[in-house]
């Protein structure tokens, strides 16, 4: 297939989450804790070096209720049900075929192959509908972030890879 | 009634997965680095035509605009010296501090309105993000000017081709723009 639709999406605003019970519905799973903690290091105030993704911007589109949703892919394999992590105001699924965030956007966050104990993840915002519309992807202001996340212990330690885009061609 | 389009581009690095959310081992890269050369010419051939589809029936002489990659404040005042442009087009995002600009570098509300004063320029319109907030803080600090601003968020469509990662299409998403200062009118009317 040659032709990949993108959607440019650029917005923003503020907007907050509610605090919530830590909780996991669908099949138990390892991935839960990991996920939770990884978004929940994910916004902030812009950064020069693009280390948050901007939590107004993220929240105008993704947040519904108090709570903000994202689903994490890139799982081997992902699993065929459903899974719902849900903490602070979170809502993560994870899943072949999750059911659509009853927003406009959601925060999409990608996980690489577990290398020595950690994973690479990158995250930015889609479009909640990104499914239904094969290879449409989502270029937007809210930026993207990269980073790791390690096990130590029983703690997630995540880390933002800072960016470099200072210089341009002019 | 020259117009000139001050456009910035946000930097993004897009890792790519299947609908089922299995990683395709494909990046897609918008990176201001190599946005140059027939990148960037290509970039500006098809943003013209969205740009003149969303907004040129309010902007008669945005078919000849001149349009500039605007990285930062010091772009866009050179660029307002070379010609003495009467209408200003922001493309690109605002943070959501209401205050700022964002091409890729920060350009403040009260910078953006000490260039402008020393300008031809009496009608600017900030499509972005956050737009209103800072638009309506510029309408304050500049008020001889004319103000547009996006209530809504704005929604562009790019087609890419994967292959040569080229864009082919763009399209931006119709919605009013919300004018403010002296008349409040746009440069069409």
Redesign the interface.
């Known amino acids: 297939m040659n032709r990949w639709i993108l959607f440019l999406l650029l917005f923003g605003c503020a907007g907050s989450a509610a605090g919530a019970r830590p909780r996991r519905t669908g099949k138990p799973t390892e991935y839960c804790p990991m996920v939770l903690q990884t978004v929940s290091r994910l916004l902030g105030p812009f950064t020069d070096d693009y280390t948050t993704l901007e939590d107004g911007c993220v929240r105008e589109v993704a947040t519904a209720g108090g709570i903000t949703y994202a689903e994490a892919v890139g799982f081997d394999p992902m699993p065929s049900q459903t899974i719902t992590c849900e903490d602070h105001g979170w809502s993560v699924r994870i899943g072949q075929h999750p059911p659509q965030a009853p927003t406009n956007g959601v925060l999409l966050i990608g996980f690489e192959r577990e290398r020595r104990g950690a994973r690479r993840f990158s995250a930015r915002v889609e479009r909640s509908d990104w499914r239904a519309a094969p290879n449409w992807i989502a270029v937007n202001g809210c930026g993207t972030v990269e980073g790791t996340v390690e096990r130590r212990d029983e703690q997630w330690i995540v880390r933002a890879i800072p960016q470099e885009f200072s210089r341009t061609g002019r | 009634m020259p117009v000139l389009v001050a456009y910035g581009v ?8 299947s ?5 395709l081992d494909r990046t ?1 890269h ?8 027939e990148v ?1 010419a290509n970039f500006e051939r098809l943003f013209r035509a969205a740009l003149q589809e969303f907004i040129g029936s309010e902007i008669p002489d945005l078919a000849v605009a001149d349009f500039q ?1 605007t ?1 930062d404040l010091a ?1 866009l005042s050179t660029a307002l010296l070379q010609r003495r442009y009467t209408t200003l087009v922001y493309y ?6 209401g205050v700022t600009l ?1 091409p ?2 920060r350009i403040t509300a009260r910078q953006l309105a000490n260039v402008l004063g020393h300008s031809g320029v009496r009608h600017v319109d900030i499509l ?3 737009s209103s907030a800072i638009g309506a803080l510029l309408s304050t600090l500049a008020p001889d000017i004319v103000v547009g601003t996006l209530r809504g ?11 040569t990662m080229r864009l ?1 299409d763009f399209k931006i998403a119709p919605q009013a723009i919300f004018h403010l200062g002296p008349t409040a009118t746009s440069p069409g009317q």
């Not at chain 2, 609908?19 to 990683?23: R, Y």
């Open positions: 946000p930097p993004n690095k897009i890792k790519l997965f609908i089922t959310g299995q990683d897609w918008f990176d201001p680095h190599t946005f140059k050369g960037r990659f990285p772009t690109g995002h605002a943070l959501t501090d964002l890729l570098h972005g993000c956050n968020r704005r929604f562009d469509d790019v087609t890419v081709d994967m292959h082919t």
